[in-house]
């Protein structure tokens, strides 16, 4: 797999959003791989098991452990 970045010093560097000549914000780009790119995939992520639910179909354990596919949840029930 590629590094995205050679080393922790180019995570601090700076990123900026500029429109034009004027800088709308600054911050580094590890914080922007953060709070930008991976919590906007966690957000999406977040619709998609809410809009599976309300059609009643079972949440696939695509991102972690599901409690549709817990594998103990049979376990218990049986008890």
């Known amino acids: 797999m590629a590094k995205l ?3 922790d010093a180019a995570l601090l560097s700076p990123w900026r959003m500029v429109d034009g000549d004027r800088e709308v914000a600054v911050i580094s780009r590890g914080a922007l791989l953060r709070s930008i790119l991976l919590n906007h995939w966690y957000h999406h992520r977040g619709q ?11 949440v696939p354990a695509i991102y972690g452990a599901s409690a549709d596919e817990n594998p103990f949840a049979e376990i218990t029930s049986r008890t």
Request: charged content about 20%; glycine content about 8%; cysteine-free.
């Open 5 to 7: 970045f050679k080393d």
């Open 48 to 58: 998609l098991t809410v809009y599976l639910r309300q059609t009643g179909s079972l």
